[in-house]
């Protein structure tokens, strides 16, 4: 009955299947092989990179690897066997990088010691260095660190770029405003751009903001390294330019343990267009939170929290509640008060899903959604 199924129903069964059971359905029949290798199978793939798996593709099915437009891979970076295949896989595809459009990288598991990553990264690179119509690029989840050659590699190679995000889990941050502002130059139509702040400066806002600009729409900003901490300011006019220009500019902000209470103060600036706030300070929280009640109001979306439970908490949830109806998730990752969560759910109409527990639970602590 399978045999009997036309091609284009197997071909769109078979673009669901990992890697490792499309290698397995290949060697059912003819069909189902002319099915398996069809570029419609491969445009939108995921790739998980098994450690225990040595032998993830059959030879003639890497020639396929050609067709992926949209690639997501994952792998284990403590595990050799795992590193290996995700940098094998990503030095075949760089010789058929010309059709890639997205690619978007991810770590498992621990990060070994004294391990720089090395490998992935030149891998990558070397597929940047063909894809000259890659639209889309997401290192956000890979733990080494980025540096300046990356980043200007992507503006020599890739002038068709829409979104690149280098905000990940570092403990340095080596790309320099500089080379930040070459690839806006040389990537007109970059609309979404994720930066460590210490990456980010005036002179970005004021390129971002010029008139012959294409609509800007996302600025995901993280603060987790040293260099994020000592960032020099940047003036509210800045901000107030760029909002102006791009109305519908969004600002992701992530606020790690590394920034000590001043340095809270002197990034959270009235005039950003905040959509999103992730708290996870080993100082003050409740100071931001109330200066997000009273100052994100309009815009603000998405509030994480992560911190101790205190009567003093409590009080800015529900005042953040009160002034920001716009709301559309909340998660609190500490016990609060059943009167903190009655207050977002009736003055927050637009809540989608929240994690606001009443008692400890075990974790991980699951969010709740709302239809």
């Not at 660190?145 to 590699?153: A, F, G, Q, S």
């Amino acid at each position: 009955m399978a045999e009997e199924l036309p091609e284009e129903v197997l071909v769109l069964i078979f673009r669901h299947l990992p890697l490792r059971d499309r290698a397995a359905a290949a060697g059912v029949c003819k069909a189902w092989a002319v099915a398996v290798t069809s570029s419609a199978v491969w445009y939108d793939t995921d790739i998980s990179c098994d450690c225990e798996q040595e032998g993830m593709l059959p030879p003639y099915l890497y020639t396929c690897l050609d067709y992926i437009h949209n690639l997501r891979l994952e792998y284990e970076p403590s595990r050799k066997m795992s590193r290996r295949l995700a940098t094998e896989l990503l030095i075949a595809m760089a010789g058929g990088a010309p059709r890639l459009r997205g690619l978007r990288l991810e770590c498992l598991g621990e990060k070994p010691l004294l391990d720089s990553g090395r490998d992935i990264l030149d891998a990558v690179q070397a597929v940047c260095q063909n894809a000259c119509e890659l639209r889309y690029l997401d290192l956000r989840r890979l733990p080494f660190t980025l540096d300046d050659e990356l980043v200007l590699l992507v503006a020599r190679s890739c002038p068709e770029l829409r979104s690149i995000f280098l905000d990940n889990h570092t403990l340095v941050d080596s790309v320099r405003p500089g080379s930040v502002l070459e690839l806006l130059e040389a990537c007109r139509h970059l609309c979404s751009l994720g930066l460590h702040l210490a990456s980010l400066s005036s002179a970005i806002l004021q390129v971002l903001a010029a008139p012959n600009r294409e609509p800007f729409e996302l600025l995901a900003l993280r603060c987790a390294c040293p260099e994020d901490a000592r960032a020099p300011h940047i003036p509210d006019e800045c901000w107030g330019a760029l909002r102006c220009r791009h109305p519908g500019l969004a600002v992701e902000l992530e606020l790690e343990p590394v920034m000590p209470a001043e340095s809270v103060t002197r990034v959270l600036q009235p005039a950003i267009p905040l959509a999103v706030l992730r708290l996870n300070l080993s100082g003050d929280t409740i100071g931001p939170v109330h200066f997000a009640a009273h100052h994100y109001a309009a815009t603000l979306r998405v509030l994480e929290v992560r911190a101790s439970s205190s009567p003093e908490l409590d009080a800015a949830l529900q005042e953040l509640a009160a002034r920001c109806s716009g709301l559309r998730e909340i998660h609190c990752f500490c016990v609060v008060r059943s009167s903190v969560l009655e207050a977002f759910r009736a003055r927050c109409p637009r809540l989608r899903s929240y994690t606001l527990k009443l008692k400890r639970e075990p974790h991980p602590w699951r969010p709740t959604l709302l239809r």
